[in-house]
Antibody, heavy 118, light 111 residues
């Protein structure tokens, strides 16, 4: 059974860079697309971007200038960096798996809350 | 404001059927067969319920069904059960620039 687990700081200061890692267990990170999706408290879902195990990335145009997603196949992990954060970036951040670039997300992490506050 | 429009809430009694709509444009819902629906209980991660407009993943009850007409997709839940009470989100592929857009979510209350 594939499992995803997000990890990283729960608090970031404004203007800093948010960094999260998703560790995949129970299966290989190869042959899939891996996404980051976020949800502000009490609000809806927003796709941030994805990465193929080969390193090819796609980003939400509204966040593209601030987002970097990378993959480490040797550790079965992929990561998110979001720069110049503000309070509007406060959200639960989920990592999720898609079987193709146009496939839905069939496995999700439990999510991790990141709060941006001074 | 979300790219796709969903009703904020719907309700139904146990055993009844409810339908949740998801309206987009020809650039997303109307243009692709890649519409999916997610169920989210409070404090939990979303769960895939429907993909490719009308397909059900293994393990999802056949009480859940999906359809699409033009720029509007729909999720129908028949034989409502108490455990169906949750938030439901639609999602559509929107091309190789925007990629994925979500609806604002619909809160389903089982009366």
């Amino acid at each position: 059974q594939v499992q995803l687990q997000e990890s990283g700081p729960g608090l970031e200061r404004p203007s800093e860079t948010l960094s999260l890692t998703c560790t995949v267990s129970g299966g290989s990170i190869s042959d899939y697309y891996w996404s980051w999706i976020r949800q502000p408290p009490g609000k809806g879902l927003e796709w941030i971007g994805n990465i193929h195990y080969t390193g090819s990335t796609n980003y939400n145009p509204s966040l593209k200038s601030r987002v970097t997603i990378s993959v480490d196949t040797s550790k079965n992990q992929f990561s998110l960096k979001l720069s110049s954060v503000t309070a509007a970036d406060t959200a639960v951040y989920y990592c999720a798996r898609g079987t193709t670039v146009m496939a839905p997300w069939d496995y999700w992490g439990q999510g991790t809350l990141v709060t941006v506050s001074s | 404001q979300s790219a796709l429009t969903q009703p904020r809430s719907v309700s139904g009694s146990p055993g009844q059927s409810v339908t949740i709509s998801c309206t987009g444009t020809s650039s997303d819902v109307g243009g692709y067969k890649y519409v999916s629906w997610y169920q989210q209980h409070p404090g939990k991660a979303p769960k895939l319920m429907i993909y490719d407009v009308s397909k059900r993943p293994s393990g999802v009850p056949d009480r859940f069904s999906g359809s699409k007409s033009g720029n509007t997709a729909s999720l129908t839940i028949s034989g409502l059960q108490a455990e169906d009470e949750a938030d439901y989100y639609c999602c559509s592929y929107a091309g190789s620039y925007t990629y994925w857009v979500f609806g604002g979510g619909t809160k389903l209350t089982v009366l």
